[in-house]
């Protein structure tokens, strides 16, 4: 039996027939972009973040982008932002032109340490990006209460956190603008690209729909210079069809982490932390061990994948060094880098499957404990 760290083809058993319909029914229409599978998505999905408007673009790295666009973010502006996070939040601070900052992570949740803002805060700081990591959400009440104490605009990433909660409420929804990745390995994933902003503010919706659909709101009349990151009618389709299993795949995933998280207390070094005042959706499950490559190797060899996520920080990144970014400066991240290694996770795991893990890591345990360090 391999164990996949996804598997997208067990999912997608399960929504065949509604997937095919969706996706013949936009096909039979022939309107393929900004339609009615779009305007539907982003309702539902708005409401579902607890946020009064949802724009669809093409990517989550567009979603971040814009934003930074839709809130005036640009040449010599400072956004704030954790280096432990997939290279798509920092790029999209550099594509607007502003540079990014970084503050190191909790040890525990590996999130944004709010404490550290204070610390890098300067005159040109206009924006924080709290990134809720693998699933679970930063501690957005010190960060909103920083932010408005120096009114800075906060961005949350939260595309690896889909239907996520924070003190009740969605995270998506704490932020001036919440974005989202829909890429296809997500909690929410489209068979394709795309992504999604959520905000309560009129004025920021607006200007986002003009930005993803070249800076116009009527054909061929440009009111600003945007871009083409259009959101496709056929993947909308497709996220309205799984939109409605979230909730239940979001609360398989939570059970699967709950069996993970009894079972292999004493095997691994450091087990996911669920603070009270948040849910974790377990985008990935994150341990750390002592000896990632022999675990892995072990695991390996039962035909289970693991992967890191993620293993260089974004601050050593080789794309980074013209920001002159040091080792040393980050040291919690670059300390949990060495060791963190992620499970397989999905809803569709199987008990079997699930003890299968376990019992590699209890060989793994065991042999590590028998090697001189
Ligand atoms: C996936 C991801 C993105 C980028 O999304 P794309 O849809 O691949 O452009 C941004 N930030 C984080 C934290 C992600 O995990």
């Known amino acids: 039996m391999q164990i996949p760290l996804v598997d997208l083809q067990a999912q997608y058993r399960t929504i065949k027939q509604d997937v095919l319909s969706a996706i013949e029914e936009t096909l039979e229409s022939m309107q393929l972009f900004l339609g009615p599978q779009t305007q539907a998505f982003e309702r539902d999905f708005a409401t579902y ?8 673009v093409a990517t989550g790295t567009d979603a971040l982008a814009l934003a930074l666009r839709a809130c005036d973010i640009g040449d010599g502006d400072e956004v704030i932002t954790v280096a432990n996070t997939f290279i798509a939040t920092v790029e999209a601070i550099a594509l607007v032109g502003a540079t990014p900052v970084f503050v190191d992570i909790d040890p525990e949740t590996y999130t944004m340490d709010w404490q550290q803002l204070g610390s890098v805060l300067t005159s040109r700081t206009r924006a924080i ?3 809720h990591l693998y ?3 930063v501690e957005m009440q010190p960060v909103l209460e920083f932010a408005r104490a120096h009114e800075l605009l906060v961005i949350e990433d939260a595309s690896q956190a889909h239907g996520a909660t924070y003190q009740g409420k969605r995270v998506g929804s704490f ?17 394709g690209e795309a992504g999604i902003c959520v905000t309560n503010n009129e004025i920021l919706a607006d200007k986002l729909r003009m930005l993803r659909d070249h800076g116009s709101r009527e054909r061929y009349r440009h009111e600003i210079l945007g871009v083409n990151a259009r959101p496709d009618e056929i993947q909308a389709a497709v996220l309205r ?3 409605a299993h979230l909730d239940q795949w979001n609360t398989a995933r939570q059970l699967h982490a709950q069996t993970y998280t009894e079972q292999l207390k004493n095997l ?7 603070r009270s005042g948040g ?5 990935v499950y994150v341990v750390q061990v002592r000896e990632r490559d022999l675990f892995r190797q072990i695991l390996a060899q039962e035909g289970i994948a693991t992967g890191i996520h993620y293993p260089i920080p974004i601050h050593l990144q080789p794309a980074c060094t013209t920001y002159g970014f040091v080792r ?13 290694v992620s499970l397989p996770m999905y809803p569709e795991l199987t008990t079997e499957q699930l003890h299968k893990v376990v019992d590699a890591t209890t060989k793994y345990a065991t042999v590590a404990v028998e090697r001189p360090l």
Not at 268 to 274: D, I, K, Q, S
């Open 279 to 283: 849910t974790h959706v377990f985008y």
């Open 129 to 131: 990006i709290p990134v």
């Open 328 to 340: 040393g400066m980050l040291p919690v991240t670059e300390a949990v880098t060495e060791n963190i």
């Open 268 to 274: 691994v070094e450091a087990l996911p932390v669920v």
């Open 241 to 243: 069809v799984k939109l």
């Open 175 to 191: 932020g001036d603008i919440g974005c989202f990745s829909l890429y296809y390995s997500k909690n929410l994933g489209a068979y």
């Open 135 to 137: 699933g679970y959400p």
């Open 49 to 56: 973040c607890d946020c009064r408007y949802g724009v669809g």
